[in-house]
């Protein structure tokens, strides 16, 4: 509903709502009043919560009169202390639902008559079906476009069911994407070289059903690239460093319009050193890709109002028989593996932090510990 990052809602934006007397939906609630700090009221919040990222996430908005289904005005709610407000419905979320719920972003937007309105943005979720568990209770819940719903006994068996299937989707899809870098299905192939493949999609990717305007010009642009091609295709905008005579490219990112991306790049090749032939991998060139390409498409997509939490998905092929250099000029041993993941991630949201255990991983595609303290992408 709200395609713009959820620090850029403002009064305006929710008026529009009113304005163009927008529905509520299988994405979208409004709320008069904030929840109460009773039994039923609780329940009844994480009900709605739940139901949400069950289903394929969306917004409530606190704050909102609907008449029939639709925005019809906003009063907003009073409180003396929006922090604490949060905070108290951030605890409800910490302890009274099974499991964890992460991603739950929230927005505190001031109104001209001195009140305020709270958006909660929920996402869908991979760790679905979540209960509800406050004061032992053990409910599930769902959302279609009538509103929320509890789970039977059949919608819990798909909803497990579904729920065991989605890392093997993410996982066949970054299956997709090195294929891709090694010419399946493409315009080109990635130079005959080690290379590194990166899949980031936000972590509701299959439960939210999503469209975004990808163009040429705000596309995501590959790493180590002084120059690029960008080209349309069925599935988003691909932009790509030179192609070669020999029908390759040294790096390249497909920004789909579903709100994910893929991206390959060299990151080795065969030098010659005092007359002998070094096959040699540049952690550092992988380090800086790994920073660049998921911060790229964290960027990109949180102004369509994706905040994540992400799946990230990287590997490396074409290794095998390559060393690092590091050090003074130290040879690491040998990778012994030829296509490599190096491992599936869900982070909340994309940093240094969170991208370090990727870096560890690759490090030890060549035996060897990453050195503490080491900054993620230094040259040494």
Avoid: C
């Amino acid at each position: 509903m709200f395609e713009q990052p959820i620090e850029t809602i403002d009064e305006a934006t929710l008026q529009r709502l009113i304005e163009n007397q927008v529905p509520e939906g299988r994405d979208l609630e409004f709320k008069r009043d904030l929840p109460g700090g009773n039994d039923e009221a609780t329940r009844e919040f994480l009900a709605d919560v739940t139901a949400f990222a069950n289903a394929q996430g969306g917004h409530i908005v606190f704050g909102i009169d609907e008449g029939n289904g639709v925005a019809a005005d906003l009063p907003g709610v009073e409180v003396d202390d929006p922090d604490a407000a949060i905070l108290r419905l951030e605890g409800k979320l910490q302890t009274g639902v099974e499991p964890r719920l992460i991603g739950v972003r929230s927005r505190w937007v001031p109104l001209a008559n001195g009140r305020g309105a709270l958006v909660l943005r929920i996402p869908g979720s991979l760790s679905a079906p979540h209960r509800v568990t406050y004061k032992g209770g053990a409910r599930f819940y769902g959302r279609n476009s009538r509103g929320k719903f509890e789970l039977d006994v059949h919608d819990l068996k798909h909803a497990f069911t579904q729920s065991v299937q989605l890392p093997l989707q993410f996982r066949q899809l970054h299956a997709e994407a090195i294929a891709a870098a090694q010419g399946v299905d493409m315009p080109f192939s990635v130079a005959k070289a080690p290379t590194a493949v990166v899949s980031i999609a936000p972590l509701g990717l299959f439960r939210e059903d999503r469209t975004i305007a990808v163009t040429r010009d705000n596309a995501v642009v590959p790493v180590r690239a002084g120059a690029y091609t960008a080209l349309d295709t069925i599935e988003g905008v691909l932009v790509h460093a030179p192609v070669s005579e020999a029908g390759t490219v040294g790096s390249y990112a497909l920004t789909y319009r579903t709100g994910r991306t893929d991206s390959a790049f060299v990151i080795g090749g065969v030098r010659q050193h005092d007359g002998e032939e070094r096959r040699t991998v540049w952690p550092t060139t992988f380090e800086q890709g790994l920073q660049a390409m998921p911060n790229s498409t964290q960027m990109l997509l949180r102004q369509f109002g994706i905040e994540g939490p992400w799946v990230i998905l990287t590997s490396v092929f074409g290794a095998k028989g390559f060393r690092m250099i590091v050090g003074d000029g130290y040879p690491t041993d040998l990778a012994f593996r030829d296509n490599v993941l190096l491992g599936q991630h869900i982070v909340e949201h994309i940093d240094d932090e969170a991208l370090m255990p990727i870096a560890e991983a690759f490090w030890l595609l060549f035996g060897i510990h990453r050195p503490k303290g080491r900054a993620l992408g230094a040259e040494r």
